[in-house]
């Protein structure tokens, strides 16, 4: 081999090394990347499943309370009926002259009436309507959970939905980049290859190694762009 044929095998030669170095910290750095996606993919997971925890728990509690507000608000509306339906018989006492019934009836009446005053003060009037004639009619228990669940929103994460999404976005990176540590891997193999073969099929083997850790690279690049656009 000449004197200047040895020369270019040994430029060709450092290039090669110096090209399987690059590719190879690519790889490393890659690595640590896709490592660093499965700890995000767990934290998330983790996150969502613990919102999620959280909305049951809220949900749970608001609905208890519900249901002690309902259980009081009915035993209002009861005893106002007993109380109109034993009131509605004080003139009929009246007009037949029976002073001892009509003040039985005027004494149930007013103990129908303290009833359903203390009844109500266990019902959030918040979130009860009123009829056209003044009296609570409703309770409106979808207000009252929604504004129970945003309000517990203040101060924890209910919302198991965008913790999983986000673990399915972190463990997508992690595959493509699993797929790319591939690629660049039989980059390394191809550029290994050119280095060690003395026929011009180096020239092949360097251009397809090359060619596979550009590709790599120039996939990053438009992906990190386009993510600055978004």
Known sequence: ?????????????????ILIAI???AIALVASQAAVKMGQVTEAEHNGVLAKINLERVDGSSRIRLTNYLRAFDEYRF???????????????VS???KDYETRLRQETAARREESDIALDFVHLGYVDSNS???YSNFRNEEFLNDEREGAEIYQDLDPQDNFADADAFRTQALLMSASMIVLFISVMFLTWAQITHSMLRWIWLGAGLLLALGIGAAYLLNSLFGLLA
């Open 79 to 93: 005893t106002r009926v007993l109380q109109k339906l034993t009131s509605g018989y004080i003139p009929q006492a």
């Open 1 to 17: 081999m000449s004197t200047t044929s040895s020369a270019a095998y040994e430029r060709f030669q450092t290039g090669t090394t």
């Open 23 to 25: 590719v190879s910290t």
């Open 133 to 135: 004639q003044g009296e």
């Open 96 to 98: 037949a002259g029976e």
